[in-house]
């Protein structure tokens, strides 16, 4: 049952870090909206990351994971960590589908969903006790319920797109 724990703590972290700027952007409109990579461009003319990639989304993240924690009884510092390397999966993601010429906020299945769920279990695997198996498997359920709770939000108005 431990096992089980485990692994939903973990999710539950990571869905804080996923939703958080969501609800961020929700709340706030264009106020603290500055583009992460400051409007940079990579060397092949496309953005680095894209205008969806803000400050105030890594902010809010890194707070929601730390309040996620928290309630949980883990440590504030842990929590930091998991909104952190999330939202680094995100910005790699995002990288990545800048140079395959996905526009900002364009689906990637998988690559919407991989890094930013995988990334922050590896960083944080020792210190939330989860075993390899467990990496694995809260990095399958993020993927296949990031879609139906991206949808969910959308309905509820939280989120521009279904996905």
Known sequence: MDEVWSGLRALVLLGAANAAPVVAKRLLGTRWSAPLDG?????????LLGAAKTARGVVAAVLA????????????ALGATVG?????????????????????????????????????LLVARGALDLSWLQVAAVTAAFFVLQQPVAWLAHRLGLHERPY
């Open 39 to 47: 409007g940079l461009r990579f060397v092949d003319g496309r953005p």
């Open 65 to 76: 994971t730390t309040l996620a924690a928290a309630l949980f009884g883990l440590p504030a």
């Open 84 to 120: 952190a390397a999330a939202m680094a999966g995100d910005a790699l993601s995002s990288f990545v589908k800048r140079r395959l010429g996905v526009a900002p906020s364009g689906r990637a299945t998988g690559l919407d969903q991989v890094p930013e769920a995988l990334l922050p």
